[in-house]
């Protein structure tokens, strides 16, 4: 009892007493941080003079962008970003060059010939193709290109200026016999815009510690392009967190810092903030898969040391420096104090100095209205203050105490990533229950599977773990149960064991890698992925029983065999014929809904089978945010697309 009062007075005087430190929130970080980041492009626009055939033409295809991200290191008009943004119009690789020629080809040459044929793209892939070959030998060897680039820096105002390169170290390349190339640098970029008063961002002088928060702040092309997303989303950064993950190496030996903030294309040259809003890291390349996809939790940073690094010897001596900062932090710092007249004031003088930022917009207007209407003002009686939080210390603290207890064993995805790649090799193993686990074909890479109840219920079972060896034991149950039982038992048996927190959906929530148990195609693995099987109708069908008939109407439903087989009939002439037999994994029924048109074909099971039912609301959604799900289903539409050629070339 002494010992709980004591430490309720101690958390009584910790909310008395004044602060002694100035950590900022996450909120007030990365607003003080987002005025200062623009959106990059380097554009190049070109005439080309090519010989389609009948002399020499000149052509002027569509302009050659790159976007990426950049941000402010000094409020008199210096922006940092990376080398590969500004590049194609620095100095103009010859990969770029010959990109413009091909458009210009393509525009001046292809199309014309199509159209003289009477042909569309697309509506004769063979003939399009010898077509194109026929002109890329003819002109591109021969194309001259006169040229036009330019760099600009976009502000989230909308405000855009022209950019000159002042300094430039060169990205890291790796060539055909996969060396670096000779020129590979530090992959930075520093460019000077006009003279003025712009936000800026200061970089840290610590380097980067495993577990620090990071805040990504940058212009992805999937945001950019977002049908469903306003103009705005194209002029004001967007913002990814996560946390400091591993120290790296390059290929030519410089320091690189990961992260597993979500990252894409356009990111490229952002700034990555840590929780006092310096900058810790620039962002330099993402992790692809195999077929090109993004891979996220593993992005890289160029650490700060090696930005201030580069900007030794220019005219850039205090990073950060900019009299907006002066009047937006104080702005922040007091409408998070609550005092909303002096906010309304800095916050209004920084609206002048840069005009119509919208972050400064957004929050000038809140602070005007908290003015007008300002919130009520806390109970002033300190003492009853003091009295309710030694009353309710105990309670909340044995709330928070039994928060801690229950998740002192679970471990994040990311910590799983952790042990890994610190060499502990923790062995994880699978206890979801007999039910669960024979309706999933998914599993985690090299899981050992034992059956719960197997430990729970006798002691004849072996863990293939060393001493000390972390053993991480998942499931899909709800608040992993069965693997806090598990882990119960093993814990008494003084193995090291822990949950993982979320189970399988966790995991591949944080886009890790998983197996199939079975040989399932790869479009099923993707669909598998992204299902929470509890969460999906289910329909079973017997031998011979029709799932569709031909002309029904699909009401908004595909398929995918979970279990069984089934064939695609169609009658012709008065004859049914078999068009193709469907297995485990397959998605099924999804023309009808891409075509919004009835059933083209009969499904028939041809086994005792189950389907899982796909709402097109779901599939939808899949198809706009899954991209290797969505690659899948393209490839089976360019299968089919060739297959229908291929039996009309055969009638």
């Known amino acids: 009892m002494r010992a709980s009062w004591s430490v309720s007075l101690l958390l009584g005087a910790a909310i008395l007493a004044p602060s002694t430190t100035s950590a900022l929130s996450v909120q007030e970080a990365i607003l003080r941080a987002t005025p200062a980041v623009a959106l990059i492009t380097a554009r190049i626009d070109a005439e080309v003079t090519v010989n389609c ?7 002027k295809p569509a302009p050659f962008v790159e976007t990426g991200t950049g941000w402010f290191v000094d409020g008199r008009g210096w922006v940092i970003t990376n080398a590969h943004v ?32 009477g042909l569309t793209k697309g509506m004769n892939p063979g003939a399009e193709e010898q077509i194109r070959r026929d002109a890329f030998d003819r002109g591109l060897g021969s194309a001259k290109v006169d040229a036009t680039p330019q760099v600009t820096v976009q502000l989230s105002n909308g405000v855009k200026l022209p950019a000159e390169v ?70 004001e950064a967007t913002v990814t967190n996560g946390a400091v993950s591993s120290i790296k190496v390059d290929a030519i030996g410089q320091d690189l810092v990961q992260t597993d903030a979500p990252a894409a294309h356009g990111n490229s040259g952002g700034p ?62 007091a409408k998070f104090g609550e005092k909303y007249s002096l906010a309304l004031a800095k916050l209004t003088e920084a609206n002048t100095i840069v005009p119509k930022i919208p972050v400064v917009v957004r929050e000038l207007k809140d602070a005007e209205d908290r003015v007008k209407n300002p919130p009520p003002r806390p109970f002033p009686w300190a003492l009853v203050a003091l009295g309710v939080t030694l009353v309710s210390a105990g309670g909340y603290g044995g709330m928070w105490g039994k928060k ?112 199939a148990k079975s040989s399932l195609p790869s479009i099923g693995l993707e669909i598998y992925k992204n299902l929470t099987l509890g969460d999906v109708e289910r329909r079973k069908f017997a031998p011979n029983e029709h799932i569709v008939r031909e002309g029904d109407d699909p009401k908004g439903e595909a398929f995918v065999i979970h279990s069984g087989t089934v064939e695609v009939r169609r009658r012709f002439d008065g004859t049914e014929k078999t068009l193709a037999k469907m297995g485990e994994g397959e ?54 697309a060739v297959a229908t050629d291929a039996a009309r070339v055969a009638k």
């Not at 195999?290 to 650490?303: H, K, T, Y």
């Not at 005792?608 to 490839?635: A, C, F, G, S």
């Open 86 to 117: 500004v590049d194609p119009a620095h100095r103009m690789p010859a990969w770029v060059t010959h990109e413009i020629k091909k458009m210009a080809i393509e525009k001046g040459c292809v199309e014309p010939a199509l159209r003289q044929k």
């Open 272 to 333: 990555a903030v840590g929780e006092d809003a310096g900058v810790l890291g620039v962002l330099t390349f993402v992790s692809l898969s195999a077929s090109g996809a993004v891979v996220q939790g593993f992005n890289f940073l160029i650490p700060a040391k090696d930005v201030l690094k580069f900007l030794q010897g220019t005219e850039i001596s205090k990073p950060g420096q900019s009299k907006f900062n002066e009047v937006w932090y104080a702005g922040l710092t």
């Open 404 to 515: 801690w207890w229950k998740n002192r064993f679970r471990v994040m995805p990311t910590q799983v990533i952790g042990f890994i790649e610190r060499g502990l090799n923790p062995v994880l193993l699978d206890v979801r229950t007999k039910n669960d686990y024979e309706t999933s074909p998914l599993k985690l890479p090299s899981s050992v599977r034992i059956d719960p109840e197997t430990i729970l219920k006798s002691d004849q079972f072996e863990i293939p773990a060393e001493p000390k060896q972390v053993v991480v034991a998942y499931d899909t149950s709800p608040e992993e149960k069965t693997s806090e039982q598990v882990i119960q038992v093993l814990r008494k048996k003084g193995v090291d064991a822990r949950i993982l927190r979320g189970g399988l959906g966790g995991w591949t929530n944080a886009r890790l890698p998983v197996e």
């Open 53 to 59: 055939g009948a002399g020499p033409v000149t052509i």
């Open 587 to 640: 998605l099924i029924g999804e023309w009808g809904l891409f075509r919004n048109a009835p059933r083209s074909a009969d499904m028939v099971a041809t086994s005792p089978t189950e389907l899982l039912v796909l709402k097109q609301e779901r599939l939808d959604w899949l198809i706009r945010n899954r991209p290797q799900l969505t690659m899948e289903v393209l490839k089976r539409l360019a299968d089919a």
């Open 166 to 235: 002042k300094k430039f170290s060169a990205p890291l390349l790796i060539d055909a016999m996969g060396q670096p190339a000779a020129d590979s640098g530090r992959d930075l970029a520093l460019l000077r815009v006009a003279d003025g008063n712009y936000p800026a961002l200061g970089i840290e002088t610590r380097s980067a510690k495993i577990g620090d928060a990071v805040h990504i702040l940058g212009f992805p092309g999937v945001v950019l392009s977002h049908e469903l997303l306003n103009q705005s989303a194209s002029i």
